[in-house]
């Protein structure tokens, strides 16, 4: 076994890691349904400011690109960018690798109405106080990283 991969977690640390899942469910819900209250600011819904995100983050993709970066079906990313291209946040251009799959960007209006989220968002964040640790934070992160990981095989197709 390689030093990076110290093997299977104990029962203790799987039990541990069950908490974390616990939690993540509820925390996903809570903040869908706070996307979803704050919409009318944007006009924007949870599928659509995802796909914005996603194209703000990483610049144009195409539909199948951002369903596997986003573990979210092909079809419900093409529903979110159709939504999105409706309100003249996202355009559809030619993609030189590929012919029939366009690439998705946004539109200048996209960026806007993006930016407006992510600061409102940013603003709701800095409300959680100061006693959290960069390496706390750190830790987190890994944490998330490793459980997502361990799911990379699910198909969402």
């Avoid at 960018?81 to 590929?98: C, I, R």
């Avoid at 209006?109 to 800095?126: D, K, S």
Wanted: charge should be negative.
């Amino acid at each position: 076994m390689r030093e990076t991969d110290p093997g299977p977690a104990t029962g203790a640390l799987t039990d541990r890691l069950a908490e974390v899942f616990d939690l993540v469910g509820p925390l996903y819900r809570r903040a869908q349904r706070k996307v979803e209250q704050d919409a009318p600011l944007e006009g924007l819904s949870v599928g659509v400011r995802a796909v914005l995100n996603m194209l703000r983050e990483h610049g144009p993709m195409t539909v199948p690109q951002m369903g596997r970066a986003q573990a979210l079906s092909r079809q419900f990313v093409q529903r979110m960018t159709n939504d999105a291209a409706g309100l003249g946040l996202v355009e559809f251009v030619p993609n030189p690798a590929h012919k029939r799959s366009s690439l998705i960007r946004l539109t200048d209006e996209g960026e806007q109405a993006i930016g407006a989220v992510i600061e409102r968002e940013r603003r709701v964040l800095r409300q959680i106080g100061g006693d959290l640790t960069e390496a706390e934070i750190d830790a987190c992160l890994r944490v998330l990283s490793r459980l997502l990981h361990l799911l990379d095989d699910i198909d969402m197709d």
